[in-house]
């Protein structure tokens, strides 16, 4: 049976063939850019980064308080749905998990505010 060929290098401007999957599409010359799934293992799972059950909770209630609805949206005049649970003061910058610190965003709002910070 012959082997199948092998695909371009994930990086657009690079013409290497990868034959193997080893580097998860990435040529040898590439190799170190695969590295982004090893980086989230070792931050650990959900609730190793503290949004375990507590976390899961805490976000039910707020998407309740909230309606379901994105805050900034809201803010704007439109009623968009919201799924995503946001620190309004992040975690990094000393913001904590109280429910006056969290709101719902819908994920380009999310997206937005956390390319910000």
């Known amino acids: ?3 199948r060929p092998g695909k371009a290098c994930r990086v657009n401007s ?3 063939i990868v034959k193997d999957h080893s580097h998860r599409g990435y040529c040898e010359a590439h190799k170190d850019r695969a590295g982004w799934h090893n980086n ?10 503290g949004y375990g059950w507590e976390w899961r909770k805490l976000r039910k209630i707020v ?3 909230d309606n379901h609805l994105c805050q900034i949206c809201l803010k704007k005049g ?3 749905t919201g799924n ?5 003061i992040p975690k990094s910058r000393g913001g904590t998990d109280s429910l006056s ?13 956390t390319a910000k910070e």
């Open 14 to 16: 690079c013409g290497n």
């Open 1 to 3: 049976m012959p082997t």
């Open 40 to 49: 989230e293992r070792l931050k650990g799972n959900d609730t190793k980064r």
């Open 63 to 65: 998407l309740e308080r």
């Open 84 to 88: 995503q649970c946001d620190h309004i």
């Open 101 to 113: 610190n969290l709101q719902i965003l819908c994920v380009d709002c999310h997206r937005k505010k």
């Open 78 to 80: 439109k009623a968009v």
